[in-house]
């Protein structure tokens, strides 16, 4: 197990080194730097978590008019380099997992 703790400890240390991070890091720094951006894009992120995982008759519907009550916003440039370094983080921890999950074999 000890290994295993190592082991994951450098991949922690990589994730922070990573350039993806770095250019998260200073994008969440620039979003600090806006009064009230970081309440805004977290309530865009939670509405859109919740669209995600809803499961309503009119969820194409909805989603539209998200995209119209948020489109404004996302075209911020500092709420866009936000997003998306997010995103790129999102999909290295989920390619990370994906990865881990294939290899184990867990039967779940």
């Given at each position: 197990m000890d290994n295993v703790r190592d082991c994951m400890e450098d991949l922690v240390n990589a994730i922070r080194a990573s350039d993806?991070?770095?250019n998260f890091k200073e994008a969440e720094?620039?979003?600090a730097d806006v009064p009230g951006l970081v309440e805004r894009i977290r309530e865009?992120?939670?509405k859109n978590y919740e669209l995600q995982t809803s499961d309503v008759?009119?969820?194409y519907e909805r989603m539209e008019a998200f995209e119209d009550e948020y489109r404004e916003f996302r075209k911020n440039p500092?709420?866009?380099e936000y997003?998306?370094?997010e995103l790129r983080i999102c999909r290295m921890i989920q390619e990370i997992?994906?990865?881990i999950t294939n290899v184990v074999e867990l039967m779940i």
């Open positions: 993806e991070y770095q720094e620039r979003v865009y992120c939670w008759e009119d969820l500092v709420v866009a997003l998306e370094s997992n994906a990865r």
